[in-house]
């Protein structure tokens, strides 16, 4: 039998057994109360982007996260357009290449992924390049724990008159975002991440202005999010068949962070996770890979220590005691990654921080 651990991880993450208890019942899908269900969802995301309905939308699609974002890629983008991607981990990277994959005009600005893309080299791109239309990058880069600043590029957009375009896929829910006072035009989170919900469908909160011009540019069927909207925005029944017990799951997510106290709660239990990890780590001699003002409440990345260490073996000590760790995922570097969000307290922390002294006393 599998001994159960808690995930430590940037999603799938640990969530409340009652939310996995909404996944007990099948819903009919054309059932009017299931229908409701979706409209409710689709309501309450509005209200944590801080957004109105008269002016944004959300769009729920099926998929993990990164079908989210090649929805919106695909979906947005007409051959006369060009998107400028800013990439400092892999999770941008991932983005270039969905543009490349959808024969998209895309330019890419990659920049040191433990610094944040810096605003003048992007004037100046914008100044060489005037085709540009679109400018798309990551709010929490999780390949990291790098947290991008959203408003110098925000400023950037308005002032180029840009569609822009965030992943806050790791982020969203967790951290603050004014998305209306940013002018965020596509925003893209999922389910699994700081909602806590379990995994199965993503979500756009699209600006309706920007969404309706889109119309006709999809490179694919089943990604369109135009059509999706328009399906699901007569009565709250999905284009295709929905995860439904995703669904209920993530209904039900939505209440309890409603009961913990919304988006401020839930960034400082996982604020307060985030310093006692760093402070742990530190204590027990692990370099922290980011600086204090670039690092997320999301998920921290730590160099391996010197000396002879095997990962995997450490790994399975701590997976023992009842947590599952996660590794690295820098290129020419031994790093390895801890994540604070989900159903994750500081009691957690201190546990897993002991469990790792004892690991290295060994
Ligand atoms: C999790 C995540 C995604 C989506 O990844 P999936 O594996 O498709 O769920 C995209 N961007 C960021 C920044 C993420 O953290």
């Not at 769009?59 to 993990?64: D, E, H, K, T, Y």
């Not at 957009?157 to 965030?166: S, Y």
């Not at 604070?340 to 546990?351: R, S, T």
Request: glycine content about 6%.
């Amino acid at each position: 039998m599998n001994k159960e651990y808690k995930l430590l991880t940037p999603g799938p993450l640990t969530t409340t057994k009652t939310v996995k208890e909404q996944m007990l019942f099948d819903h009919c899908t054309w059932d009017e109360e299931y229908k409701q269900i979706t409209q409710r969802i689709r309501k309450k995301l509005l209200k944590l982007a801080h957004v109105k309905d008269l002016d944004y939308t959300t769009i729920l699609m099926q998929g993990s996260g990164s079908f989210g974002v090649e929805s919106v890629l695909s979906s947005v983008l007409s051959d006369e357009n060009t998107v400028l991607i800013l990439a400092n981990g892999a999770y941008g990277e991932r983005m270039v290449e969905m543009a490349q994959a959808n024969k998209i005009n895309v330019l890419l600005y990659e920049s040191p992924v433990n610094e944040q893309p810096d605003i003048k080299e992007v004037e100046l791109l914008l100044k060489d390049h005037p085709e540009i239309t679109h400018l798309a990058m990551v709010h929490s880069e999780t390949t990291t724990g790098m947290l991008n600043n959203l408003e110098p590029f925000a400023t950037l957009c308005k002032k180029n008159n840009l569609v822009f375009i965030v992943d806050a896929m790791s982020s969203f829910g967790g951290v603050n975002i004014e998305v209306d006072k940013l002018g965020i035009d596509y925003l893209i989170s999922s389910a699994n991440k700081c909602i806590q919900g379990v995994p199965g469908f993503s979500f756009i909160i699209a600006k309706l202005e920007s969404l309706k011009k889109s119309q006709g540019n999809a490179r694919t069927v089943s990604l369109d999010i135009h059509k999706q909207w328009e399906a699901m925005d007569i009565d709250g029944k999905w284009r295709f068949t929905s995860p439904t017990h995703v669904v209920l799951a993530f209904e039900q997510a939505l209440k309890e962070m409603e009961q913990e106290g919304g988006i401020p709660a839930r960034y400082a239990r996982y604020k307060k996770n985030m310093n006692l990890l760093v402070q742990a780590f530190d204590k027990i001699g692990l370099k922290h890979y980011l600086s204090e003002e670039n690092q997320s409440p999301i998920i921290a990345t730590f160099e391996y220590p010197e000396g002879d260490f095997k990962f995997e073996e450490m790994y399975g000590f701590v997976k023992e005691r009842g947590y599952a760790i996660y590794p690295g995922k820098l290129m020419g570097m031994n790093t390895f990654r801890i994540g604070v969000i989900g159903e994750i307290y500081p009691e957690d922390i201190e546990k897993l921080s002991e469990i790792m002294q004892e690991y290295f006393e060994k």
